[in-house]
């Protein structure tokens, strides 16, 4: 088991002849992800790797191949078009890698897509992986093993550091989900949280999240009122001056609110396990699933 | 993006926002002539990217000509909250008898822009939510319906007694909706909206945050930024596409990941230093990216020693190995530097720093010791 994706996950590439699109096809491909069409408007009735058949439109790729999962890596100012034609189109889960997408523009897509019943990962964000399953997104495989920890992250290469120290440590994992580091993404800690919970492969969750907002705190309470797991936390942004920006557009302390300490305070009355330091996480962990 | 308040004036005007009349001055002379034009008495006001304006110093009332210029003199060059004020806003004072807050601002929590109003105005919106919430009145607007005539009206009404003024009020936040949603805003704000003695309704301050993200799609308010009122390295940082922010510390990170960029700060301070910035080269960066960062960093005199953070996913570390060897043949280092890279391509990178006399490691925590451990003057590398 594991959440949001496994190997009866089937995809279509949204832009899978783009630079970006193309190249992380290939690599979902040799990962072992069922691709199973590509979306680039005015290309259809062409084969993306002389296998994977490309269509005009994702409801055209849906009804030929039935793909349950879109990922999204058309250009951000076509990114919201994307999203709302694969909820439109019947698929169920929605993966918008896409960086640099306009808030505004999310505040049409997030009620759209829920109002279909689809769940949107992102935007801004590096995608899931279910390893030795199925990988929909951008996360290297080869820094992932099969395993029973659940990772969930608002960051990219943060995760990636977590997760390789993970398993080099021999803590493997279930699925491991990036939500991205916009201020409006689809799915959340709570969504991730909630679905670990419940899957009987997940023994443990390690979560790294960001100044700004309030999601991490949001989480924090969830945990303690709604889960078993134990869960170790990391809250990224420290040093970060409020006011400012830190690359991601999510990350930011406005006023008072979304700094670490205060996320970090939540996570402490939670009970939730706080790593310090990234490398922390192994040793958080090991002592939480003995 | 921030923008000016008289910019931000400009906008709420073009969509029919009742505001007076104002101009900008750079130099003293200038706000004396544009207040002998308005005659009587007017507002001088430093127009800078920080709040807390007023407590600072940099907006005064000025009777006369004259005056308007010996006050600008003073506030045109003063430091507000460590940024240099280039210009002032002068416009002309108005009788005031009551101060509103309005505010449009992109919530996160309820995923949609939510108008706040308070009949308490003129003072910081945020002291007024924590010490009394009832005063203020919350109305998250679904963007795919807009505005609609019910809800400005109700906003009106939370404001003003008057049915004249709740109206008038009410074609207020219309004006306002429809400016933060064509102009690409994460905030758009009047503060104070007030009422005059003859029972007009004024907008006399305005504030707009415009979204990153939109600035592609609207270059006419991409070119309303202004780098005068920002540090020289960040904007050349964002001329070559690169996200920086200048910290006070002494160990220069350079990172891939606006997560792993803040975690390594993050070590840097744990490990007892203090980190001079935050640096992230962003996901697919090519060698040209690495020397424009280093070139900013060696730029910085506080900087004692250099950390490179690199977790190779799309990041390819021999492009970043690359950069590196081609940025210190150009310009050598006058200072140390502590490589750390692994993943994609990491054998092949390796192999490039260590032809060059640069050695890496792999581990992110010795990194960190020793980047901090050097930046003390501790042993060189």
């Given at each position: 088991m594991s959440i949001f994706i496994d190997r009866n996950t089937t995809v279509v590439v949204q832009g899978i002849t783009g630079r970006d699109g193309s190249f992380h096809a290939k690599q979902m491909m040799e990962y072992g992800t069922t691709i199973a069409a590509g979306v680039t408007p005015g290309k259809g009735g062409q084969k993306f790797e002389d296998t994977v058949p490309i269509f005009n439109t994702v409801a055209d790729a849906v009804a030929a191949t039935g793909a349950n999962t879109s990922v999204i890596y058309v250009p951000p100012m076509f990114a919201a078009d994307a999203m709302l034609e694969a909820a439109d189109a019947g698929v169920k889960l929605i993966v918008a890698i896409t960086e640099g997408v306009p808030v505004l523009d999310m505040t049409r897509v997030y009620p759209f897509v829920k109002e279909r019943g689809a769940r949107l990962i992102g935007p801004n964000c590096p995608g899931l992986i279910t390893p030795g399953q199925s990988k929909v997104g951008i996360i290297p495989?080869?820094?992932c093993t099969?395993?029973?920890?659940?990772?969930?992250?608002?960051?990219?290469?943060?995760t990636y550091e977590v997760v390789y120290q993970l398993t080099r440590a021999g803590l493997g994992q279930s699925t491991c989900v990036g939500i991205g580091g916009d201020p409006i993404n689809g799915t959340n800690f709570i969504d991730c949280l909630a679905a670990f919970e419940?899957?009987?492969?997940?023994?443990?969750?390690?979560?790294?999240?960001?100044?700004?907002?309030?999601d991490e705190q949001d989480a924090a309470a969830f945990i303690k009122s709604k889960m078993k797991k134990p869960v170790v936390g990391f809250i990224a942004g420290q040093t970060a001056p409020p006011g400012r920006r830190m690359g991601h557009a999510g990350a930011i302390i406005s006023g008072s609110a979304g700094t670490a300490a205060e996320k970090i305070t939540a996570f402490e009355a939670a009970g939730i396990g706080v790593a310090k330091r990234p490398m922390d996480f192994v040793a958080l962990l090991k002592e939480r699933m003995r | 993006m921030n923008i000016h308040e008289y910019q931000a004036k400009q906008l709420l005007r073009k969509q029919g926002v009742p505001i007076p009349p104002g101009e900008v001055a750079s130099g003293p002379a200038e706000a004396e002539a544009i207040a002998a034009q308005y005659g009587g008495t007017v507002v001088v006001k430093a127009q800078v990217h920080a709040g807390g304006r007023g407590k600072a110093g940099g907006v005064k009332l000025a009777h006369s000509p004259g005056e308007a210029r010996e006050i600008a003199s003073r506030i045109i060059g003063m430091q507000i909250k460590g940024l240099t004020v280039q210009k002032v806003l002068i416009t002309p004072a108005a009788d005031i008898t009551s101060e509103a807050y309005v505010g449009v601002i992109l919530d996160r929590a309820s995923k949609k822009p939510v108008f706040m109003v308070s009949r308490a105005g003129g003072i910081d919106i945020e002291e007024v939510a924590a010490t009394t919430p009832e005063k203020i009145l919350k109305l998250p607007i679904d963007t795919r319906y807009r505005l609609q005539t019910y809800q400005a009206m109700r906003l009106?009404?939370?404001?003003?007694?008057?049915?004249?003024?709740?109206?008038?009020?009410?074609?207020?936040?219309?004006?306002?909706?429809?400016?933060?949603?064509?102009?690409g805003c994460s905030l758009a704000e009047i503060n104070p909206l007030v009422t005059t003695p003859t029972g007009d309704v004024v907008a006399l301050d305005a504030k707009m945050v415009i979204d990153d993200n939109e600035l592609d799609r609207h270059p006419e308010i991409a070119a309303l930024r202004d780098e005068s009122s920002e540090a020289p390295s960040e904007v050349q940082a964002r001329n070559a596409n690169l996200t920086f922010i200048k910290l006070d510390g002494n160990v220069g990170c350079i990172v891939n990941g606006a997560g792993l960029a803040m975690a390594t700060m993050d070590l840097v301070k744990y490990y007892g230093g203090e980190p001079a910035n935050f640096l992230d080269i962003g996901g697919s960066s090519n060698p040209e990216k690495v020397v424009n960062a280093l070139k900013i960093i060696t730029a910085d005199r506080s900087v004692k020693a250099i950390l490179f953070n690199i977790f190779g996913g799309i990041t390819r570390t021999d492009d970043v190995a690359n950069g590196i060897v081609t940025a210190t043949s150009q310009n050598p280092l006058t200072v140390p530097i502590v490589i750390r890279l692994t993943g994609t391509n990491e054998e092949i990178a390796m192999k490039i720093l260590g032809e060059h006399g640069f050695s890496a490691s792999s581990d992110m925590d010795e990194a960190v010791k020793k980047a901090v451990e050097l930046a003390k003057g501790g042993k060189a590398a």
């Open positions: 495989g080869r820094i099969p395993g029973r920890v659940g990772v969930v992250s608002r960051s990219g290469t943060l419940a899957d009987p492969e997940t023994t443990a969750v390690a979560m790294m999240g960001e100044i700004g907002g309030t | 009106g009404f939370f404001l003003y007694d008057d049915y004249k003024q709740v109206r008038a009020a009410a074609k207020i936040m219309q004006q306002l909706y429809a400016a933060f949603m064509s102009n």
